[in-house]
Nanobody, 122 residues
Framework: QVQLVESGGGLVQAGDSLRLSCAASGLTFSNYNMGWFRQTPGKEREFVATITRSARDTFYADSVKGRFTISRDDAGNTVYLQMSSLKPGDTAIYYC???????????????WGQGTQVTVSS
């Protein structure tokens, strides 16, 4: 029933910006913390950012702090990840997730989207 659908990925050059979107359905969106994770081949899925219920708090991985901004639109059931000053190291599949609680461990998040590819060329 719960569906999370990411969009907005693509191929960009280093220094460019992208905005990822995640549309949620099948849940009371405003009751959930939302997060973004990313994964590259051979690596664990890693935490990127989260925004809590009512957008009270946001948290970012050190690697993206100052460059990425997470936001949410509860009326539109959508969470966003605005990515600026992109680097080749940001290349990954980006996933959105939803949970009543939150943490940096991916296995603490019960609901996931299918992911969207972000590729940053040098």
């Amino acid at each position: 029933q719960v569906q999370l659908v990411e969009s907005g990925g693509g191929l960009v050059q280093a220094g460019d910006s992208l905005r990822l979107s995640c549309a949620a359905s099948g849940l009371t969106f405003s009751n959930y913390n939302m997060g973004w994770f990313r994964q590259t081949p051979g690596k664990e899925r890693e935490f990127v950012a989260t925004i809590t219920r009512s957008a009270r708090d946001t948290f970012y991985a050190d690697s993206v702090k100052g460059r990425f901004t997470i936001s949410r639109d509860d009326a539109g059931n959508t969470v966003y990840l605005q990515m600026s000053s992109l680097k080749p190291g940001d290349t990954a599949i980006y996933y959105c997730a939803a949970s009543m609680s939150w943490g940096t461990r991916s296995n603490w998040w019960p609901y996931w989207g299918q992911g969207t590819q972000v590729t940053v060329s040098s």
